[in-house]
């Protein structure tokens, strides 16, 4: 099993930028999907961006395609996101997550989860 803490969040202004960090122990993240996803009060959970194993292929959600970068450095057993241009419907907690098998923006297709990283975007 592996265990994901995220780093990283904080409160920023519109147009900011803030970099979150997701690191695992426990097994090799090499082995994982690895997705980031985000919830607003009172909002479903919803899909951000994923990376394949290797880092080759990488997906975003349409809100933050151009913004947003996802990354893996799988030497350090780490997952990054970072955020540029942010805005306030930005503002989220943000969840790094990691899929045994398939690129699928599913949430519920994701096996690990970490505790979440709350970021705030102020206007």
């Known amino acids: 099993q592996v265990q994901l803490v995220e780093s990283g969040g904080g409160l920023v202004q519109a147009g900011g930028s803030l970099r979150l960090s997701c690191a695992a122990s426990?097994?090799?993240?090499?082995?994982?999907?690895m997705g980031w996803f985000r919830q607003a009060p009172g909002m479903e959970r919803e899909f951000v961006s994923l990376?394949?194993?290797?880092?080759?292929?990488?997906y975003y959600a349409d809100s933050v395609n151009g913004r947003f970068t996802i990354s893996r450095d799988n030497a350090k057993n780490t997952v990054y996101l970072q955020m540029n241009s942010l805005k306030p419907e930005d503002t989220a907690i943000y969840y790094c997550?990691?899929?045994?098998?398939?690129?699928?923006?599913?949430?519920?297709?994701?096996?690990?989860w970490g505790q979440g990283t709350q970021v705030t975007v102020s206007s």
């Open positions: 426990g097994r090799p993240i090499s082995n994982y999907v």
């Open positions: 990376i394949d194993w290797n880092g080759r292929r990488l």
């Open positions: 997550a990691g899929a045994n098998s398939g690129l699928t923006p599913r949430a519920e297709r994701f096996d690990y």
